[in-house]
T-cell receptor, first 112, second 113 residues
Framework: QQQVKQSPQSLIVQKGGISIINCAYENTAFDYFPWYQQFPGKGPALLIAIRPDVSEKKEGRFTISFNKSAKQFSLHIMDSQPGDSATYFC???????????FGSGTRLQVQP | DAMVIQNPRYQVTQFGKPVTLSCSQTLNHNVMYWYQQKSSQAPKLLFHYYDKDFNNEADTPDNFQSRRPNTSFCFLDIRSPGLGDAAMYLCATNQQGIEETQYFGPGTRLLVL
């Protein structure tokens, strides 16, 4: 019940295209859903996060869409750039807890 | 400015030889975490400190220990490293109740020979 399932495992997108990464969860106690970006040899860095009281959050080219009834959330990267090539992790945290549960990661490659 | 600092960045140790990894933070956050990340996998939480309160994950092997002598520093001790412990070790911090974001350090890559 603590799992967060992430897909796809890898994604290749052309420059300027839209990258979409999906995550699904079972635990209804989750109330915080961040996305992290990780470049090779670096630690993950927070990209954007959402709480279940909103269905969408946008920051620049990055948008989280959240579907509470389906227990799914997704990251959309608009106008994808080669510099966006990285591994993306979704995560979730249950109310009253500190630990994050991470998805398995998506390796994004944006081709020039 | 570095906020979560990990030393060393690369560590080579021998099978069974104890090793200590270091993490320091300039954020004055009250929670510090240690994650293990193996190649192409998600970070896996080993344990965390909330102030001086140590919280171990149920599946963290006894071989892994941690110390937090003060707010700024946290150490990961691997008592008898095995080949399976080769991984990237990530330290993260956040301020419970104020800042939900976990800030990660750059990691220490551990190689066990």
């Amino acid at each position: 019940q603590q799992q967060v399932k992430q897909s796809p495992q890898s994604l290749i997108v052309q420059k300027g295209g839209i990258s979409i990464i999906n995550c699904a969860y079972e635990n209804t106690a989750f109330d915080y859903f961040p996305w992290y970006q990780q470049f090779p040899g670096k630690g993950p860095a927070l990209l954007i996060a959402i709480r279940p009281d909103v269905s969408e959050k946008k920051e620049g080219r990055f948008t989280i869409s959240f579907n509470k009834s389906a227990k799914q959330f997704s990251l959309h990267i608009m106008d994808s750039q080669p510099g966006d090539s990285a591994t993306y992790f979704c995560a979730a945290r249950a109310a009253g807890r500190r630990a994050l549960t991470f998805g398995s990661g998506t390796r994004l490659q944006v081709q020039p | 400015d570095a906020m979560v600092i990990q030393n060393p960045r690369y560590q080579v140790t021998q099978f069974g030889k104890p090793v200590t990894l270091s993490c320091s933070q300039t954020l004055n956050h009250n929670v510090m975490y240690w994650y293990q990340q193996k190649s192409s996998q998600a970070p896996k939480l080993l344990f965390h400190y909330y102030d001086k309160d140590f919280n171990n994950e149920a599946d963290t092997p006894d071989n892994f220990q941690s110390r937090r002598p003060n707010t700024s520093f946290c150490f990961l001790d691997i008592r008898s490293p095995g080949l399976g412990d080769a991984a990237m070790y990530l330290c993260a911090t956040n301020q419970q109740g104020i800042e939900e974001t976990q800030y990660f350090g750059p990691g220490t890559r551990l190689l066990v020979l």
